[in-house]
């Protein structure tokens, strides 16, 4: 038994017969941290007072009874695993057992072997759900607030709303431009909150066919529909206690907002083509890229589900709302993808400049998948500026075009003569080349924008837009940028 079980689980044994709370004792000492009880009406004190992983419970005790400790057990929701053993030979008594939670039933006198092969299996799984909790706090804290790219003061308040509701059941809807990271605000939430022990589920309510969604959400039975060949658990099943991420809710049918309203309010459902009534317990995250309230407004989104969703309101700022950011996302994104293609690559200050400047219409998501082509792509270890807008021209021009019909549109509401095109293009143009700025002008920019972000520290500053305090000190000199006095520099 050393061999196959480490000594690190606590074993609480509850038998009123002082023999076999010693033969258990002496078999299990050597692999468990082993206490012992004779009573039922004293185990659920002990059991709340210390931390206890197994329970081998006589079902024959004075005070209380086996039955009635698993009650109570499974009422308090005590995180605890309970092996029965018991004189009586009652099949029923094996059932009820069962179905109060017990995770097997051995009747006396029992083998010592079975009954190892049982702790053995039970360590399995406790060494299996330890695994899990760990990757579990590993994934999460990357999600932790303070994790999060966000020192703008948009995102500042963003954290700071979200910190004061973290631990209650109130439902939240974020509120966004497609990548700017929902679904991370999602996950910082659910894993900075009470429920982070138990799952995060998502589900995107744009790529799934309406006459599939339901299912996805409230799972279905066999034969509830052509192809429904199991019984299928859905999302909100899964996801009980934990949370549950609803992305692009917008696009739910008429119809399944009134069932997902009638899940927010009643905490059950039954599963397609079934009668049975599941209780719930999960929180429910959405999000969307439209203004919900037009929606509402226009018919098109249930006001009743809105408000009930809308119990807490985040916008999401996109990423030109937040540029103070940006510095920071493409040092993240620069060591993620070099890291992951084993490239030695990084940006001069002026790719840097450019691409903290430039307006990011796909917002995050864009920035991140323009760092990796960059990293890809790039045959010098330093990418240069002409590289940088080489891949932003490439994909202005794989940017979705217009439909026909919006063409067609176009030309009717606009139908101008030749000539004022040609004058209306060249005044464009003598109109963009005034406001164009030069180099020059957007680093000094960039920069005082920076030194005021981090309250004119040079040090800060520098290590941010990633040059020495050398080449900083050179900058300011050269662009006549003045510190202000009354800050002591560290």
Not at 196 to 208: E, G, N, R, V
Not at 228 to 254: H, P, Q
Request: proline share 2%.
């Amino acid at each position: 038994m050393n061999t196959i079980i480490e000594k690190y689980y606590r074993v609480l044994i509850a038998d009123d017969e002082k023999g076999i709370r010693d033969l258990l004792k002496d078999l299990l000492e050597g692999s468990f941290y082993v206490s012992t009880i004779d009573r039922g009406d004293t185990i659920i004190e002990e059991l709340t007072k210390n931390k206890y992983d197994i329970l081998i419970l006589d079902l024959q005790m004075p005070g209380k009874n086996g039955i009635e400790v698993l009650q109570t057990i499974r009422d308090l929701k005590l995180d605890i695993v309970v092996v029965v053993i018991t004189a009586s030979n009652d099949v029923q008594l094996a059932i009820t057992s069962m179905k109060l939670g017990a995770y097997d039933y051995l009747v006396k006198p029992f083998d010592t072997d079975k009954l190892l092969v049982i702790l053995k299996n039970i360590v399995e799984k406790l060494d299996l759900e330890n695994e899990v909790n760990e990757l579990r706090e590993k994934v999460g804290e990357s999600f932790r607030f303070k994790n999060i790219i966000g020192r703008s003061p948009k995102m500042q308040r963003v954290f700071a709303t979200l910190e004061r509701v973290i631990d209650t059941d109130s439902t939240i809807l974020i509120i966004g431009e497609s990548g700017t990271g929902k679904e991370i605000i999602a996950k910082a939430i659910h894993y900075n909150s009470n429920r982070k022990q138990y799952p995060f589920k998502s589900i995107d309510c744009s790529t799934i066919p309406q006459d599939l969604i339901g299912s996805e959400l409230f799972g279905h039975e066999k034969g509830a529909f052509t192809g429904a060949i199991a019984r299928k658990i859905g999302k909100f099943e899964v996801a009980s206690k934990g949370t549950l991420f609803l992305d692009e809710i917008s696009n739910l049918s008429f119809d399944m907002q009134a069932k997902l309203l009638r899940v927010l309010q009643e905490k059950e459902f039954e599963r397609i083509g079934g009668n049975e009534v599941i209780k719930v317990d999960t929180r429910i995250v959405a999000a969307s890229n439209r203004d919900i309230r037009e929606m509402v407004k226009q018919g098109t989104f249930r006001e009743d589900l809105y408000y009930r969703l809308n119990v807490v309101p985040i916008y999401l700022p996109p990423l030109q709302e937040r540029k103070e950011d940006i510095p920071l996302f493409i040092d993240y994104f620069l060591n993620k993808f070099t890291t992951e293609y084993g490239r030695n690559i990084s940006l001069d200050l002026q790719s840097r400049l450019y691409l903290t400047d430039y307006h990011w219409p796909g917002n995050v998501r864009q920035l991140e998948n323009v760092i990796k082509r960059l990293v890809l792509l790039s045959t010098e270890h330093v990418v240069k500026l002409d590289i940088v807008k080489s891949v932003l021209e490439f994909e202005e021009y794989n940017k979705p075009k217009a439909t026909i019909q919006d063409t067609e549109r176009e030309h009717i509401n606009h139908v101008i003569p030749e000539d004022s095109v040609n004058s209306k293009k060249i005044q464009d143009s003598e109109s963009q080349a005034h406001q164009v700025k030069t180099l020059d002008e957007i680093e000094k920019e960039y920069i005082e924008k920076m030194l005021k972000y981090f309250d004119y520290n040079i040090s800060l500053t520098a290590k941010a837009i990633n040059v020495s305090r050398k080449t900083m000190h050179n900058k300011l000199k050269k662009y006549n940028i003045a510190i202000k006095k009354t800050v002591i520099e560290n």
